[in-house]
């Protein structure tokens, strides 16, 4: 099994910048698709970034994209979730995941896809 941790998550302001960051262990010789949820609270998992295993294929969602940057240092195992012109809206516990890859160069949106999850890091953005 890979098993993923997240970190970075904490309090910041409207407008500040965070990096979240997802380390996986175990066994890291299987080819992973990995990619970043999130939950508000009373909110439903919603989907915000993804990367594939070579890490050249990327892809996030459209209320982040041109803020949010996911991208993937193979060798060290971990995916970084850059997070700019943060908004009290992207408010919410953090969650990476990651799914075996049988191509190396797709990536998923769908929450139903992944089989391994963190336990989560919160980001709170006041305003």
């Known amino acids: 099994q890979v098993h993923v941790v997240e970190s970075g998550g904490r309090l910041v302001q409207a407008g500040d910048s965070l990096r979240l960051s997802c380390a996986a262990s175990?066994?890291?010789?299987?080819?992973?698709?990995m990619g970043w949820f999130r939950q508000a609270p009373g909110r439903e998992r919603e989907f915000v970034c993804a990367?594939?295993?070579?890490?050249?294929?990327?892809d996030c969602a459209d209320s982040v994209k041109g803020r949010f940057t996911i991208s993937r240092a193979d060798a060290k195992n971990t995916v970084f979730l850059q997070m700019n012109r943060l908004k009290p809206d992207d408010t919410a516990v953090y969650y990476c995941?990651?799914?075996?890859?049988?191509?190396?160069?797709?990536?998923?949106?769908?929450?139903?896809?992944?089989?391994?999850w963190g336990q989560g890091t919160q980001v709170t953005v006041s305003s």
């Open positions: 990367v594939s295993w070579s890490g050249s294929h990327t």
């Open positions: 175990g066994r890291t010789s299987i080819t992973y698709a």
């Open positions: 995941t990651a799914v075996y890859s049988y191509s190396g160069a797709e990536v998923h949106v769908s929450a139903d896809e992944y089989d391994e």
